[in-house]
């Protein structure tokens, strides 16, 4: 064997050794569907759009970081679930008792089934907030913001109990 021929034959065994499991550190198994459902807002305050952006965020997530197939019906991964909370909340107050930073807070309900290993399956509530100050107002590109910061933090804690096993 020639000395160059060395790195790739690495390469390749680490590549084999890796089987299941993918470089970001999911184990999908045997799976090679995922199904994610709309995830309907029932919270008391209810924000437009906030379902809808959520549900692709988490199918984004798993889509770019597995190799498995979005489908619509019977994956052999599957979530669902509801937004159980949406709240604004003064977390600070200034010298006048007025509030000078607020926390908005999103609480995601997740059922998550593995029908190729049911022991994996489990019914788990994910949380995150933003701070922000209590004079700016939370709609456009500061609302965008606030759901980034939390569909990225919420959505890759879902990825982690599920196919991370963290």
């Given at each position: 064997m020639?000395?160059?021929?060395?790195?790739?034959?690495?390469?390749?065994?680490?590549?084999?050794?890796?089987?299941?499991y993918?470089?970001?550190?999911?184990?999908?198994?045997?799976?090679?569907?995922?199904?994610i459902?709309?995830?309907?807002?029932?919270?008391?305050?209810?924000?437009?759009?906030?379902?809808?952006?959520?549900?692709?965020?988490?199918?984004?997530?798993?889509?770019?970081?597995?190799?498995?197939?979005?489908?619509?019906?019977?994956?052999?991964?599957?979530?669902?679930?509801?937004?159980?909370?949406?709240?604004?909340?003064?977390?600070?107050?200034?010298?006048?008792?007025?509030?000078?930073?607020?926390?908005?807070?999103?609480?995601?309900?997740?059922?998550?089934?593995?029908?190729?290993e049911?022991?994996?399956?489990?019914?788990?509530?994910?949380?995150?907030?933003?701070?922000?100050?209590?004079?700016?107002?939370?709609?456009?590109?500061?609302?965008d913001?606030a759901f980034?910061?939390?569909?990225?933090?919420?959505?890759?804690?879902?990825?982690?109990?599920?196919?991370?096993?963290?």
């Amino acid at each position: 064997m020639k000395l160059k021929q060395v790195p790739y034959l690495c390469v390749l065994l680490l590549s084999v050794g890796c089987g299941i499991y993918s470089f970001t550190g999911g184990d999908t198994g045997n799976a090679k569907t995922l199904q994610i459902d709309f995830f309907p807002n029932n919270a008391p305050l209810i924000e437009p759009g906030l379902s809808q952006s959520f549900t692709q965020a988490l199918q984004d997530l798993f889509v770019r970081q597995t190799n498995l197939n979005l489908v619509k019906i019977k994956g052999d991964l599957f979530f669902e679930g509801e937004i159980t909370n949406y709240t604004i909340t003064p977390m600070t107050s200034t010298a006048n008792q007025t509030a000078a930073q607020n926390r908005l807070t999103i609480v995601i309900n997740v059922r998550f089934y593995n029908n190729l290993e049911e022991d994996k399956s489990f019914e788990k509530r994910f949380t995150h907030f933003y701070d922000y100050p209590a004079n700016d107002i939370l709609s456009g590109s500061n609302l965008d913001s606030a759901f980034e910061e939390i569909f990225e933090r919420v959505t890759q804690d879902i990825f982690n109990a599920s196919v991370a096993n963290w």
